[in-house]
């Protein structure tokens, strides 16, 4: 911080006008959706220069040229190279389509009923909290949200029978939210991931997961398919008014016959709002995880 005192003034009287700026040193960070830092960088920024005409609102002064030079770095930040080409990249994208397509078991006893969704509905828990998910396939494959599994080291799924199971990441999709996970164990009921199957509004829906606390294991929610719904990069989710909480995250969005209509990932919470849900579609599954059930 600098002070240039006003050189008009009588000798030995008190400082009482001048001009003022700042130098500061800020470290961004830039973090995405999942609060990881994609990028980091250090930089000094000066303000421009203020008049001084008070010493007593120094204080206030200084908070002012502090505020200035913070705000001069960040519109440098947002023009700088890197950021734009961090805004415009399609890397994550072109990488997840460049996957070779994964196939799964396909064969074996696919869920005809909400009670059969149930059973094959499974909650995953980490070292913080948990998340829901279920099978989609009888040979241990099991789909949830990719913030479920985010920066935790060991994962457990418990199957509908209380039984557990260690968990092992195979694929992730960061653009969709979606996280394709296994366990080293044979299912007997899975909901079928059907690509043709399409979602329209006004469909009477379940949401199946583990809401709040892992007692509520497969805890069955109601409501319809209020809206489809397009986000920033252009790809379609699902609205319900279904109730929803934290930890039913990754749960499977069903019809009355057990057919998979979405991945439960989102809700709107605030003042007001009540029954606003969101979920992943079940095309997303094939284009973003890059899987197919034979």
Sequence with gaps: LSFIPNRR???RAPISSGMMF?????????LDYYDDIIYSVEETTRSDQFAVNDMQDFSKNVAEVVQDAIEIGFLNLLASETMQELQFSNEQIEEEL??????LNGTGTAAQSVNDAIKASVTIKAKE???SGFFISSDGYILTNYHVVLGQDTLTAVLNDETEYAVEVVRTSKISDLALLKIDKKNQMFIKVDQEKR???GTDIFAIGTPKAVDLSQTVSRGIISGIRQNDIGTNVIQTDASINSGNSGGAIIDENGALLGIVSAKLIG???EGVSFGIPIEEISNSLRVKID
């Design 129 to 131: 909290g948990h998340g």
């Design 98 to 103: 460049s996957r070779e397509i994964l196939r």
């Design 22 to 30: 700042a130098d500061v040193k800020v470290k961004w960070e830039l």
């Design 271 to 273: 003042f007001g709002i």
């Design 9 to 11: 003034r009588k000798a």
């Design 199 to 201: 979602v329209e509004v």
